[in-house]
């Protein structure tokens, strides 16, 4: 079953968050009312982070990170082959790569080195630690808004194979299009706006600052 909020319009004008805590908090909660055993919520870095930890808060849950990777297009980098996510979990756009005249070798040149940076990546903001044990628990996947979905259905993906028992994503801002690709794979999904006129995420944020590794580091130690 998928749970829907849209309650976060203002007499029908552009939705905003004061920044990332407050989405954050709007969003836990919502998600406070979700039934489920022994949870953990999940950030995709680095600025879904800050929003997870108070989704995080509100369950009484642990936090941890999911570090999925967008394959940039050669000359094109915002414009998405595919993604890569921990595990070794690879997405691709073919329409993107077809059209792009990408062939199977470059393709996996490109995904290769995506994959070396997920690794990095994740060794630089959760160090030494472990990753939580997720299989058999319900899981909350949280970022700060959605303009494509290709990071998160990476990260869906890479939660299905580590065979989770219950998965919700929680988004506070989500392109319509965006979330129509992504509610089928979630098994419950939370998100509190889908503005018709989206653009992109940053412009329902007053405060759309960069979060840094260090903040993220920060709150996965808190």
């Not at 050669?74 to 414009?79: D, F, H, I, K, S």
């Not at 070794?88 to 290769?112: C, S, W």
């Not at 129509?180 to 653009?199: H, I, W, Y």
């Amino acid at each position: 079953m998928t749970v829907f909020h849209d309650s976060f319009h203002d007499s029908g004008r552009r939705t905003r968050f004061r920044d990332r805590t407050e989405a954050g908090r709007l969003l836990g909660e919502r998600v406070a009312a979700w039934r489920a055993d022994d949870p953990v919520v999940l950030g995709l870095p680095r600025g879904g982070v800050p929003v997870a930890h108070e989704v995080a808060e509100a369950l009484g849950a642990p936090l941890d990170i999911l570090v999925v990777r967008k394959i940039g297009a050669p000359g094109q980098p915002e414009l998405a082959l595919g993604a890569v996510g921990e595990g070794g979990i690879r997405l691709f756009n073919h329409d993107i790569v077809t059209a792009l005249g990408i062939g199977p070798d470059q393709l996996e040149r490109l995904a290769h080195a995506t994959a070396l940076e997920v690794a990095e990546r994740t060794e630089l903001l959760r160090g030494a630690a472990p990753p939580l044990e997720l299989a058999g628990r319900s899981v909350v996947v949280v970022d700060d808004g959605v303009a494509t979905g290709a990071t998160v259905r990476a990260a869906m993906a890479v939660l299905r194979r580590r065979e989770v028992a219950q998965l919700l994503l929680a988004l506070p801002v989500t392109a319509p299009e965006a979330l129509r690709l992504l509610g089928p794979l979630a098994d419950d999904l939370v998100c509190l706006s889908t503005p018709a006129d989206f653009q992109a995420v940053g412009q329902y944020y007053e405060d759309f600052d960069q979060t840094t590794d260090q903040e993220v580091r920060r709150l996965l130690a808190h």
